[in-house]
């Protein structure tokens, strides 16, 4: 048993105030050394990742500018400066590049105009509308999301043949039947349901029900009141269209049965097989066809940032 009689420990003398300074400022001092060194070691890591990423643009863009060298060694700098290969790009060719260029702005007004209208109409009443099997009609969508797109390559290819727009009766009517054939089928679009119906979320109740109240008809509200609260997210998804729309391949290539309909990436196989022996031609066609999504999400870039965040968020 322990001795009841021995004294008690001393107790500890509390501390100064100016030791509480001091070991506050050792933490702090600490933490923020700390704080510094994750930093540092995540910025490291991105830079790597932005490294590898950028990379093979940045490859490209010297190696159409080479007049002449290897274009399969990696370097950091070019070996010359040329725009020799630009200017054959766009007259040193039979591939129609204006055209092809032309066809990538139409499909991207198009498909953008109709894409974006549909989803924004669609995401309305899943938010904000109630009626039975509105969640499981919802959600039911979503599943389709698993489906990779080559699933419906079949399907969207039979539909489009029994619409008939790949009849051949008028050069212009035909033009804009092989516009629609590229468009169509990604006309309704899953992710931007999803993302507008989210950012519909967001809006309160008590407005919508305050424009019922004053005689607003569902499309008035959905004009007046939803669509300016859901600008930005309404914008994100149009640069995503744009830049799904302006990279267009695949559905291109299968569907258009001439080739100066084709867009711009689709284009540059036959812009390949015309370069044959000039592949820095190529690499120039390539540089072209990123321009213009660099310009369009740099000049949309806050209203990205800010329509995804909404998006999420709601």
């Given amino acids: 048993m322990p001795d009841l009689t021995s004294p ?5 003398a509390p501390m100064s105030a100016e030791e509480h300074a001091r070991l506050a400022a050792q933490l702090r001092s600490r933490r923020v050394a700390r704080q510094r060194v994750q930093n540092v070691l995540a910025y490291a890591v991105l830079i790597v990742i932005a490294l590898i990423m950028l990379y093979p643009f940045y490859w490209t863009l010297i190696t159409s500018f080479e007049p002449t060298g290897n274009i399969y060694e990696a370097k950091i700098l070019p070996r010359g400066v040329s725009l020799r290969n630009y200017a054959e790009v766009f007259s040193g060719t039979t591939v129609p590049f204006w055209r092809l260029i032309l066809n990538s702005l139409v499909i991207c007004v198009l498909g953008v105009t109709i894409t974006t209208t549909l989803a924004t109409l669609a995401a309305y009443p899943l938010a904000k509308m109630r009626f039975p099997g509105r969640d499981l009609i919802f959600y039911a969508i979503l599943i389709l999301m698993v489906l990779p797109n080559e699933a419906g390559l079949i399907v969207n290819y039979i539909t489009t043949i029994k619409l008939g727009l790949l009849q051949q009766t008028n050069p212009v009517i035909d033009a804009v039947r092989q516009y629609l054939a590229v468009v169509l089928p990604g006309a309704a679009s899953i992710i931007g349901l999803f993302l507008l119906r989210q950012a519909y979320l967001g809006v309160p109740q008590e407005l919508i ?98 329509g995804l965040e909404g998006a999420v968020k709601g």
């Fill in 8 to 12: 008690l420990p001393a107790a500890t």
């Fill in 209 to 306: 029900e305050a424009a019922r109240i004053d005689g607003a008809r569902e499309l008035t509200i959905w004009r007046r009141i939803m669509l300016p609260l859901a600008l930005p997210t309404i914008v994100a998804f149009a640069i995503l269209e744009f830049v799904a729309y302006w990279n267009s391949f695949l559905w291109a290539r299968i569907m258009l049965p001439d080739k100066n309909m084709l867009p711009l990436s689709a284009g540059l196989l036959e812009l390949s097989s015309t370069f044959s022996t000039n592949s820095r031609a190529v690499m120039a066609g390539a540089v072209i066809t990123i321009i213009p999504i660099l310009i369009v999400f740099l000049t949309g870039q806050r209203y990205f940032m800010k």
